[in-house]
Every structure is written in C-alpha cells, then in structure tokens.
C-alpha cells in the first residue's frame, strides 16, 4: 500500500508545525522521517493516523483520496502506528493491552486463551521474557515500549508508523525489531521510521525525508546517497557539533555509597561508590534493575537490607522530598511525561516546585515574582524554547520537556544528582546539549549518577561504568571513552553473569 501526503499544512496557536509538506511512502520500504523535535514530524504521523486534522492538504492510499476523522478510521484503512506517547491501559495486562482493537472471541464473550497465545507469538518476535499476563502497570518503560511494538504488529497493518520505536529498549532489544521490522518489509508492507539515532536510520532505512521547522528538506532520498554529515546538516542547518565531555576537577570525596544493599525489588549485595565531580554510569539490559536501584536511593523503593551512606553519614531516605530535603539529592526521572512533569502546569511552575519551600513566605505562599526570578536563570542555561514561562509543558517538544525535568534539579541546587535515560525521544542537538549540560554538572562538582540504555551515551559520559544484571552488579571498569574498549567490557559482563546463572539453574535442576 502507498501512502501519499500532499500539500499538508498544520497551523497551532503561534506556531505553524506544517507548511506545504509532501512526501510517499512506497510498499517493501523503510522510509525514515528525520528531523529535530519540533521540526513537526508527530504532528505529521498524529494527521496520518487521524488524530488531527490538516489545515490544507490530502491524504491518498493507493491514488485513492483518503479522510480519517479518528484513528479507528485509520486502522480499518491498513495504518498502524506506534506513537512516542504510550497509550497503554496501566490495569490491564500485557496480552489485553496486545490484541485491545480485536480480542478473538464469539458471540460477545473474549476468548483470554486464544489472546495470551497469540500475544505470546508476537512477544516472542521481540522479549519473550514479558509474562503476557502482567499487568501492564508493573512493567518498566522499556518493556512498555516494546508492548507497544507488538500491539502495532497484531494489527497485521500495511502501512506501519513507528514514532522512536527504539528511543526506550536497549541494542539488543533493538536488533530484535530490526529483524521484524526487515520480514515486514520483504512482505511489502510500508514503513515510516522516526528516529533520532542516526546510526539506525543509515543502517535499516531505504530512503529518508527530512522536516526542518515544518518545512520538508529532503524528500524521499535513497540513504545510500545521504552521508551523514549532510543529514545532519539538513535537519539542524549546520554541522553536527561534538559533545564537550573533558574532564574537568578531579574525582572528590564520597558523596554516596551503598554497601551490601538488598531492597525490596529484589537487589541483593549492591556495593556503589559515587564521588564528587563524577559521572557514575550503570548500564544494564532492560529487567537488569537499574531504574528500580535508583527509586530505592530515593525512598521510593524499600531498602530491605545493607546501608546507604550521604557523604561519610549513614542516612536512612524514606521518600523523595526527604532525599531532596535532608540529603540534596534529586532524581531524574526515565518517564518525564508520567512522573517528571506536569504537563498541564506551566514550564515557571514545573521547574520551581524543587524550590517553593526555600522561596514560600511566612504564610507560605509563592510571591510570583521570585518564583520568575528563580526559574529564569535555569530557562536562559537551558536554552528552553518557548514563547512564555507561563506556556503549559505539554505544549513543548520532547526536548524541551526534557530540559524543564533537567531544570527543576538545576534549580534545587542538588549535589547528587541520579539521572534515568535522559536523552530518550531527544533530537541531535538537544542531546549534544544535555551530554555538555552533564558534563557541566559534574565539573561544577555533583556526583552525577547516569542511567542509561544508549551505549554510546554511556561511553560518551562516564567516568566509570557499573554493569548491572539481574538486580547484581556484575561488573566495574574506569570508562577511556573509547567505544570498541567499552561495549565489549560490557557485553562480556553481561554475557558472563547469564552464563553464570543458566549454570546455577542447571545444576539445581539436576540437584
């Protein structure tokens, strides 16, 4: 199936996210759809799919002119999509959340059988480590991501929309998509991939459009005549910039340490150090623990066994705005929509509620005028884009999202600072920014915790990696920030501690 836009404008208040855009997309062909956050490419996939409709402009499948008013209109035309917002239900489970648009059945009863098989098939296409009746609530962001994946392949679409298919799972996760997403293409089925990795678009894409400030740049351009260097420059109108990550003061005192930590998640016998002026990053594949390590630092998660110790003290942290509080600790979170923001509060608001305490008056209230005056430094370092500091978050960009849950911390003054995925769903540019911005951060002396599933981030940013597996530190190495060294220090721990453990299940097997 072709799908065809034409001439497709799209006008919000003070901004105009489309303007004149046309492109195909062909049949057996992954078509990436490249551009910054804010160049309108969501705005593009949310007209096809039928959650907006375009101010100018049609829509055809086949030659055949097309309307959808909703996006029931869309699927029952052939169009499946995976958008960067998950649009799960948190209290169903996984194999419900799956088959929700068709669940197989007769005569108005549900066939939950037939649905957990079914699942279970399209599960074992990405992670069959997914129990298809979770609930999706328990789930991590990753996992819910990939829930999203295969609830978008049982729609058997032949046109596919995947918004940053990848933006929330780990390479290896990702090298399983790939495999589909290259069966699907060979059984003609139309593809439009967003992304913000280059190297995956170079990798699995036929040909590549190019959006810049709702303006196409690139139309339908073989990828094998695209460099790198020239893609980039068409989506940000330069040439990419490298990350200043230099080092900057040496490594510190302590300023957080765990000693045989146990928590209710499941950790046992976690040893971590993090020191001032350092970037401590833990990497791990999606289940590994990571995320759930963190929340217990917090107070958000129960310690269960071992010590936490802030600076040379022992602290007992039994929830966030005591870690904030008492220990000066914040936490970045991996979901900055379900838990980082409130998206229907002001960017002023969002960023200041780490501070309303210290700049409440006697009868705690918030003067408006010290709240601006505290949040605008953070707006100007940051370089937030918006038109003003009273404009609600969620009518930004992902990046700029980003920036404001980035922001709240800078603002707080927070001397560990725990940092979950922090350039999922972000553009070339902003994430070059929050790598210097990080980088920053550690300069000027936090202790700086790094969560993340990009390996290349990783390597990029810190200064020692711990390699998490299965809620276990399985390995520790200083970073030298060379990419071959890195990945393989890391996959062979991994790879190690599975081993370790299939030999362990074995034997009590056998015992």
């Not at 000066?328 to 229907?344: N, P």
């Not at 918006?386 to 980035?406: A, H, I, M, P, R």
């Not at 994430?431 to 290349?456: N, P, T, Y």
């Amino acid at each position: 199936m072709r799908l065809s836009i034409v001439n497709v404008s799209k006008t919000f208040p003070s901004v105009k996210a489309l303007d004149d855009v046309s492109m195909e997309f062909a049949p057996g062909e992954v078509h990436a759809l490249m551009g910054e956050n804010g160049a309108g490419k969501s705005t593009l996939l949310k007209i096809v799919t039928g959650l907006y409709r375009p101010d100018a402009g049609l829509l055809k499948l086949d030659g055949e002119l097309v309307e959808f008013f909703s996006p029931r209109d869309a699927l029952a035309a052939g169009i499946g999509a995976v958008h960067q917002e998950r649009n799960l239900v948190p209290r169903f489970s996984v194999g419900e959340n799956i088959l929700l648009e068709h669940p197989p059945g007769r005569r108005g009863f549900i066939d939950y059988g037939a649905i957990y098989d079914r699942a279970r098939v399209l599960l074992e296409l990405l992670d069959p480590g997914i129990d298809v009746r979770a609930e999706v609530a328990t789930l991590s962001v990753a996992q819910m991501q990939i829930v999203e994946i295969a609830k978008a392949l049982s729609l058997n679409a032949r046109v596919l929309l995947l918004d940053e298919p990848t933006a929330s799972i780990t390479d290896h996760e990702a090298e399983a998509l790939f495999k589909v997403i290259a069966r699907l293409k060979a059984e003609g089925v139309a593809i439009v991939f967003v992304s913000h990795k280059l190297d995956e678009v170079l990798t699995i894409s036929d040909r590549v459009t190019v959006l810049r400030d709702g303006r196409v740049m690139a139309s339908g351009e073989a990828i094998a005549e695209m460099s790198r260097r020239r893609l980039v420059s068409l989506m940000i109108g330069r040439e990419e910039r490298i990350a200043d990550v230099a080092g900057g003061a040496k490594q510190g005192k302590v300023a957080l340490e765990l000693r045989e930590i146990a928590t209710s998640y499941g950790h046992s016998g976690i040893n971590l150090r993090l020191h001032e002026a350092e970037i401590l990053g833990l990497y791990g594949l999606v289940g590994a623990g990571r995320s759930e390590l963190a929340r217990s630092i917090i107070g958000d998660g129960r310690i269960t066994g071992g010590a936490i110790c802030v600076g040379d003290r022992p602290a007992r942290i039994r929830n966030p705005n005591e870690a904030l509080r008492r220990h000066r600790i914040g936490y970045v979170s991996e979901d900055r929509k379900g838990e980082g923001l409130v998206l229907s509060h002001s960017i002023v608001s969002n960023i200041a509620v780490t501070i309303w305490r210290r700049i409440a008056t006697r009868l705690w209230l918030i003067p408006p005028v010290v709240e601006r005056n505290a949040v605008t430094p953070q707006v100007q370092r940051l370089a937030i884009k918006s038109f003003s500091l009273d404009q609600t978050v969620d009518t930004l960009s992902g990046g700029n999202q980003q920036k404001v849950s980035l922001a709240k911390w800078l603002a707080a003054k927070t001397d560990i600072l725990l940092i979950d995925e922090p350039t999922v769903g972000i553009d070339i540019k902003t994430k070059v920014e929050l790598h210097e911005l990080i980088a920053q951060i550690a300069r000027d002396g936090a202790a700086v915790l790094l969560i993340s599933s990009d390996m290349a981030e990783m390597i990029t940013l810190a200064d020692r990696i711990l390699v998490m597996h299965n809620f276990a530190v399985v390995g520790e190495f200083v970073n030298d920030r060379i990419y071959e060294n890195g990945s393989e220090a890391i996959m062979s721990a991994i790879h190690a501690a599975e081993k370790d453990r299939k030999h362990l299940h074995d034997r009590a097997a056998i015992a």
